[in-house]
């Protein structure tokens, strides 16, 4: 499957955005999907995920400002955030693995967008 990820941007500091993941061809329905960020010199980091039966997964340091969603119909997964941190800009990724479970391990995944830069800066 492929993936394109779309939304990045310059935000400043408590601001908003909303990130993008759209997969071709193949439908959204029965795959996992799992969004990360990768800053300069760091590894790459879960942020949400989100599998087959709907459910949702946050990191800490996300949870309760960022909320991941999807749109079969669309074969889209947005990630919606809010209270923009400057330590949340990183270059965010979707991936995406066919399987009905989930895992917050990059590892995991086989399919991956090309990243999208998000800057959160005043």
């Known amino acids: 499957v492929q993936l394109q990820a779309s939304g990045g941007g310059l935000v400043q500091p408590g601001g908003s955005l909303r990130l993008s993941c759209t997969v071709s061809?193949?439908?959204?329905?029965?795959?996992?999907i799992g969004w990360f960020r990768q800053a300069p010199g760091m590894g790459r980091e879960f942020v949400a995920g989100?599998?087959?039966?709907?459910?949702?997964y946050y990191s800490d340091s996300v949870k309760d400002r960022f909320t991941i969603s999807r749109d079969n119909a669309k074969k889209t997964v947005y990630l919606q955030m809010n209270s923009l941190k400057p330590e949340d800009a990183a270059v965010y990724y979707c991936?995406?693995?066919?399987?009905?479970?989930?895992?917050?391990?990059?590892?995991?995944?086989?399919?991956w967008g090309q990243g999208t830069l998000v800057t959160v800066s005043s």
């Open positions: 061809p193949f439908t959204l329905d029965f795959y996992a």
């Open positions: 989100t599998h087959r039966g709907r459910r949702t």
């Open positions: 991936a995406a693995e066919y399987s009905s479970a989930w895992s917050r391990d990059a590892g995991w995944y086989t399919d």
